[in-house]
Nanobody
Framework: QVRLAESGGDLVQAGGSLRLSCIVS????????IAWFRQTPGSLRDLVAV???????NYADSVKGRFTISRDNAKSMVFLQMNNLKPTDTAVYYC????????WGQGTQVTVSS
């Protein structure tokens, strides 16, 4: 069974930076496109960024130019470097593969104060 463990969330001021990490255990990492999602209360999870098996990336328009997704296949980890954070980035962030997803991890809370 695949298990996901996100970390790195924190409370930061607007304009600050954070680096999120996710470790994927249980196999299948290198054969999948891996993504970061985020969710606010009462809303669905939104796709933030995806890194494909070949290393290519895509981003939601709201984070382009500010966030960078990367992966380390040797460690089965995916990262999200978040710069110039805005209050609208406040959410719980999750990693997972693109649909169909694995079971979700606990996520990591990012709070950006104005």
């Amino acid at each position: 069974q695949v298990r996901l463990a996100e970390s790195g969330g924190d409370l930061v001021q607007a304009g600050g930076s954070l680096r999120l990490s996710c470790i994927v255990s249980g196999g299948y990492f290198t054969s999948n496109n891996i993504a970061w999602f985020r969710q606010t209360p009462g809303s669905l999870r939104d796709l933030v960024a995806v890194v494909r098996r070949d290393g290519s990336t895509n981003y939601a328009d709201s984070v382009k130019g500010r966030f960078t997704i990367s992966r380390d296949n040797a460690k089965s980890m995916v990262f999200l470097q978040m710069n110039n954070l805005k209050p609208t980035d406040t959410a719980v962030y999750y990693c997972n593969k693109e649909l169909p997803t694995w079971d979700w991890g606990q996520g990591t809370q990012v709070t950006v104060s104005s």
